[in-house]
């Protein structure tokens, strides 16, 4: 299916026309989550027809396909806002209705495709066809990603007291370490706090005791059915603990494309059945690399937030990650490979290999963004210094407090220059955006989510493409 | 307040007291009404088989082991007399519903031999987490 729209509108078009996909003035949206604007004006007019490719993969028309099949993937699940519905009884209405449904179910196999199929080329699949194949190369694969088994080969190794290393580590040495990590919480909580609703839609149907396996781990997810006990309360309870918003998707404009992308991965292999494989492998693949992974990540919020930060949620998937480590990797991908064999074989491995580039592309990405926000005032000498260097491609526009706020990428390194007035530049979400001024120049490299608001009456920008690349 | 219950044992071998669970042990061949509740994650232990040995009781949910002995610590005071058993339920309002009940039991069935193969495991698991 090809989806192109153009200046007559289209399905990509009217679908984002919504008013519940068009932006607002709120740089956080709380209390309605059916608002998730899909980005400014023109987003209908872009061309999906053509795959992206892996170096594509943080494009503007990636970060915009992430935002729509976010909300395609989101609107076969059930989503209420904590205060009640008074206030946002039309907006339900309309999310869920037969016009936008019918749109969402026209649009998506292209985006689909445009989103996901640059894995067909990007990944290779590693030649493992029998069981004893499958459990070495796992294995294999979880050491080389510092997540090697136990003594007993069966468990992933967990060290509470390891030191932290990575992304975890460039987030405690930022200069604006607690807006990092909190960066870090809000892609988390694109997921966590819808959690396993992706899993929920692989409960059903009849497939033998692998669907009774993964019913286990869905029950701890959901914490025996105590609201307090489930794993979306206790991220909440983290998020708030450091002064972030919980409602679900408050911060929908701070969600980096790869976070999208990696998010929308499951929903896609979980509304087309066609991935199942896939999906339980990958899943395999993460729970158990989550153990030692939020066994990190509980120390990087120790260490950035100390003792205000509610950790609870990082202790509880470093201890039953343990366990859905063993689960999974029992149950699931070896028991669907002693079920199914060869023919099955691939595509469980295909789920890894798909995973462990989505997990470093996000990493790149992730690292990428808290390095440019944590250094805005040297990009803006950058780009006063660049500003000679830029092509004859100017972009005006003229903002003024409230107007409709969204946040973007380009896909080139650009300059944006304040001709008059005073902006603020959101790169995470923080309390104290970066400011410019009249005659401030700030570099955005290509890739980097940013948006802006005015602060005075008026304020004139002009944003230009950078001769070259610099990234 | 303590509420007692009269169950005939050929017929009732769960007891549903809110939203708790008590089931029949047998662990000696003597019976016991327990918590149906790992100390792990709070799963079935009614579900549960023992290990090869017969010391232990391996829970469904996330294989966690518990020692047939601590088991029989969570039993509350039974009176039998043939097949009927009157037992004193502690710390249950008078409003709780309780419910006598006869499910399939698998913890008091023998080991079975692929008991044996059973994944080992983490030392964590071992603990109470709530």
């Known amino acids: 299916m090809t989806i192109t729209t153009g200046v007559d509108g289209g399905p990509i078009e009217a679908y ?186 692989n409960l059903g149907g009849s497939y033998g005791v692998e669907q009774s396996e993964l019913f286990k781990i869905f029950n701890d997810e959901f914490g025996y059915g105590l609201y307090p006990a489930k794993h979306s309360t206790i991220f909440k309870g983290m998020l708030a603990s450091v002064g972030l918003r919980t409602d679900l998707h408050a911060y929908w404009n701070f969600y980096l494309t790869s976070s999208l992308v990696g ?164 790169a995470w979400a923080t309390d104290r955006p970066h400011r410019l001024g009249r005659g401030d120049a700030l570099l955005v490299p290509r890739a980097r989510l940013h948006g802006l608001t005015a602060v005075s009456a008026t304020a004139d920008v002009a944003v230009r493409t950078l001769e070259g690349n610099l990234t | 307040m303590s509420r007692v219950v009269v169950m005939d044992l050929r017929r009732h071998n769960t007891v549903l007291v809110g939203h708790h669970r008590y089931f029949v042990f047998e662990p000696d061949g003597r019976p016991l009404l327990v918590r149906d509740w790992c100390p792990h994650r709070g799963g079935p232990l009614s579900l549960s088989r023992q290990t090869p040995d017969g010391r232990r009781l391996v829970c469904p949910w996330h294989g966690t082991k518990v020692g047939t002995a601590a088991v029989k610590r969570t039993s509350v005071p039974m009176v039998r007399s043939g097949d009927e058993a009157v037992v004193m339920l502690p710390d249950v309002d008078a409003d709780t519903p309780i419910t006598v009940i006869h499910k399939r039991i698998l913890a008091n069935l023998p080991p079975e031999a692929e008991q044996a193969k059973t994944v080992p495991c983490p030392p964590a698991a071992a603990g109470v987490h709530e």
């Open chain 1, 16 to 201: 984002c026309a919504q008013r519940v996909f068009r932006p607002g003035p709120e740089v956080y949206i709380t209390g309605n989550p059916y608002r998730r604007p899909v980005g400014s004006t023109g987003v209908g007019d872009l061309d999906f027809s053509t795959p992206a490719t892996e170096a594509e993969f943080l494009g503007y028309r990636q970060l915009v396909a992430g935002r729509i099949l976010c909300n395609a993937y989101e609107s076969d699940m059930i989503l209420l806002p904590p205060a009640g519905l008074a206030t946002a009884k039309e907006d339900f209405d309309l999310f869920y209705s037969d016009e936008v449904r019918g749109l969402r179910d026209t649009i998506r196999p292209g985006l689909e495709r445009y989103a996901f199929s640059f894995l067909d080329d990007a990944v290779t699949v590693p030649p493992v066809r029998t069981l004893e194949e499958l459990q070495a190369y796992f294995l294999g694969e979880v050491g080389g990603a510092g997540a090697p088994a136990d003594h007993t080969g069966n468990n992933p190794a967990v060290d509470t007291g390891a030191p932290v290393s990575g992304t975890m580590r460039a987030i405690t040495e930022c200069r604006h370490a607690e807006e990092a990590a909190g960066m870090h919480l809000i892609q988390l909580a694109l997921d966590a706090l819808t959690e396993a609703s992706a899993m929920a839609r």
């Open chain 1, 263 to 426: 998010v929308n991965y499951f929903n896609w292999l979980t509304e087309d059945h066609r991935g199942v494989f896939r999906y339980m492998a990958a899943v395999t693949y993460l729970e158990w690399l989550f153990a030692q992974g939020f066994a990190d990540t509980g120390a990087m919020l120790r260490t950035v937030f100390g003792d205000r930060v509610d950790t609870k949620y990082c202790d509880e998937h470093a201890h039953i990650d343990i366990h859905h480590g063993r689960m999974t990797y029992e149950n699931l991908l070896l028991g669907f490979a002693r079920a199914h064999g060869e023919l099955v074989i691939p595509e469980l491995v295909r789920g890894i290999e798909d995973t462990k580039l989505l997990l470093r592309l996000g990493d790149e990405d992730f690292r990428a963004q808290i390095r440019w926000a944590d250094t805005l005032e040297e990009h803006t000498r950058l780009g006063a210094s660049l500003a000679t260097s830029t092509r004859d491609d100017e972009e005006v526009r003229r903002l003024r407090p409230g107007d409709p706020f969204t946040t973007r990428v380009h896909d080139a390194d650009r300059v944006i220059e304040v001709t008059d007035g005073e902006v603020d530049v959101h």
